[in-house]
């Protein structure tokens, strides 16, 4: 799919109708034409209202929707054109409250799918080259100790490419602690091998060198972090906006969720026109959302 942008009247004209929208699919996910997933043949026949493809050779019935995040869903596909198109168009995120009332979704379906579809499709990028790094602490404001000893915090390691006069690529994880082993699989799970890391002093991003990095590790006072990482310190200072500025607040069970969103924005701040063409795509690359996670 072409990363065009478009405008709420061009969008209503090009998905109004559940045809097109399973056209725009069918193009998306076949772009040089039906392919049979069973045996790669190039020809197909439409059968009945469920619009299934029946392959011509192997007579397997494929579906456009199969193995991506619309998978069985019972939505209309011009209701889920309309989430991402909404979802797209307000740099801040629209709440899933929201989208459920606006289109009559089940808030567990808006609140899922879409956000499951953005998380997978970051998890595939990496970061390279100058990386700041840091942990913050996520949560209301409680009574007690400050910083890594704080109470009722949800820890994140933050992790943003450095590209001197802006911040490139981030990629953020809950942790249960803020030991070795906790950086350490958020580092490999986000970051290309052979980088080089700055850090503040804490003795556990001491096994960055370990993995095979660079690391550049540094006494930070509390009061010169903006200074000496700026660029980490500024995706925490937006990522706690955005989720107080529209979320107003996410529990702990599901915070990761809602940074894989913020991370997701973030990556493709400089695409915004396009970010629509850019999640339906997402959409459809993900993997189907199961019935545990819909209950979760």
Not at 81 to 102: E, M, N, P, T, Y
Not at 141 to 157: E, P
Not at 206 to 232: I, N, T, Y
Request: with cysteine; net charge positive.
């Amino acid at each position: 799919m072409s990363y065009t942008e478009l405008s709420l009247l061009e969008f209503q004209q090009r998905f109004g109708t559940e045809e097109a929208c399973q056209e725009a699919l069918e193009k998306a996910r076949w772009p040089q034409g039906f392919v049979c997933p069973q045996c790669g043949h190039g020809k197909a026949c439409r059968l009945g209202p469920r619009n299934l493809l029946q392959c011509s050779a192997c007579r397997h019935q494929a579906s456009v929707t199969a193995g991506t995040v619309f998978h069985k869903t019972h939505t209309p596909l011009v209701k889920w054109f309309w989430a991402i198109w909404l979802v797209a168009q307000d740099k801040g995120g629209v709440s899933a409250l929201r989208l459920a009332r606006q289109l009559e979704l089940r808030y567990r379906t808006a609140w899922t799918m879409l956000r499951k579809a953005m998380g997978q499709r970051d998890a595939t990028y990496t970061l390279t080259g100058s990386i700041e790094m840091d942990d913050a602490f996520f949560g209301g404001a409680a009574a007690g100790k400050r910083g890594r000893g704080a109470a009722n915090k949800t820890k994140v390691v933050v992790m943003v490419e450095s590209r001197e006069e802006h911040a490139g690529f981030t990629g953020m994880k809950t942790v249960a602690k803020t030991d070795s082993a906790e950086i350490g699989a958020a580092a490999a799970a986000k970051i290309a091998p052979g980088q080089e890391i700055h850090t503040d002093g804490w003795s556990a991003y001491g096994v960055l060198e370990k993995l095979g990095h660079d690391h550049r590790a540094q006494r930070v006072p509390p009061k010169e972090a903006s200074e000496k990482l700026p660029w980490v310190h500024i995706a925490i200072s937006n990522a706690k906006r955005f989720l107080l500025g529209t979320y107003h607040g996410v529990s702990h069970k599901y915070l990761q969720a809602y940074l894989d969103e913020f991370c997701y924005r973030f990556n493709r701040r400089a695409w915004e026109p396009t970010l629509t063409a850019r999640l339906l795509t997402a959409c459809l690359v993900a993997k189907p959302v199961t019935l545990a996670e819909l209950k979760a």
